[in-house]
């Protein structure tokens, strides 16, 4: 499928917040056309007057005579059991359902659907119009048609899919991501290192040999016998205690909740912040690519 092929693609979009609203905005930019709808008349509205989408007053308009919906509303289960349902009944039999779930289960959301075949997981990351990779879940009844053609639909549109070929909790990128901050905050419970820290040695170290090598590379390059001698030295010491980390937890209990509230394992001043996405933007530069 051609970029070309993305004009005039009808497209659903059924949430108009952070990612929903950068979603639809994606494929409006990329040619197709875009319905939205979103119970916050507030948000639909700052959605339509940004970009060129269609608002739309209920699920049973977004869904109309769409070859693909995509649902972006809160990660709770029963509501999006709830939204697939209707979906499922609002859609045309031959468009693709796709939830941006970011850790639930696709094959329990698409067990609400009489069509599990045509639901595929699309987990866009933050902010969607700047990270270019989507990982694309198959749950256990999908297609593999249904796979191949949301992957080209994506590909189309500027996007570089990734197949996630098992209906996994966290799916690939945030089980990496959850990992590596287990520990990071376990060294912090420790003493061992300052949060500001542990940021510091995951930019200045890990973030750009992970940038052009990957994981999977950095170990063949290493050595396999380095790297499974290293495992066999460390694994027994890494953290795997199944719970939030102590700080954490502590920190949700009284209400520091990070950048939302103002602290959390660091101090957010408005100069931090600012500084954040001015870094957070030149990293995600949408002319650096990421695929092969």
């Known amino acids: ?41 507030a948000r639909l509205a700052a959605v339509a007057g940004e970009h060129d989408v269609r608002p739309v007053g209920s699920l049973a308009e977004v869904a109309a005579d769409v070859e693909l919906v995509i649902e972006a509303a809160p990660e709770d289960l029963a509501l999006k059991r709830e939204l697939f349902a209707a979906l499922d009944a609002a859609a045309p039999a031959e468009a693709i359902l796709a939830t941006n779930s970011s850790a639930i289960s696709t094959g329990e959301i698409a067990a609400a659907t009489r069509r599990p075949e045509r639901v595929v997981g699309t987990h866009w990351w933050n902010p969607p119009g700047l990270v270019e990779l989507v990982e694309v879940i198959e749950a256990e009844a999908t297609s593999a048609a249904t796979v191949a053609r949301t992957m080209a639909i994506l590909r189309a549109a500027g996007k570089a899919p990734v197949h996630v070929r098992r209906d996994l909790p966290g799916f690939v990128g945030n089980r990496l991501q959850h990992a590596l901050r287990r520990e990071a905050l376990a060294l912090v419970d420790e ?43 460390l694994d027994p010491h890494l953290e795997s205690g199944g719970e939030p980390a102590r700080g954490l937890a502590t920190r949700v209990a009284l209400g520091t909740l990070g950048a939302k509230t103002g ?4 101090d957010w001043s408005d100069a931090r912040r600012a500084s954040i996405d001015r870094r957070l933007a030149a990293v995600l530069d949408p002319g650096v690519r990421t695929s092969p």
Request: with cysteine; aromatic share 2%.
């Open 1 to 41: 499928m051609s970029a070309d092929a993305v004009a005039g693609l009808r497209v659903g979009v059924l949430g108009a917040g952070l990612m929903g609203g950068g979603i639809a905005a994606l494929f409006a930019a990329a040619g197709a056309e875009v319905a939205v709808h979103d119970p916050d008349p």
């Open 191 to 233: 003493g061992v290192c300052a949060p500001a820290d542990v940021d510091l040695v995951a930019r200045a170290v890990l973030a750009p040999r992970l940038a052009a090598l990957g994981l999977i590379a950095a170990a063949d390059l290493e050595g396999l016998d380095t790297v499974a001698a290293q495992q066999e030295a």
């Open 263 to 266: 602290s959390g394992y660091l």
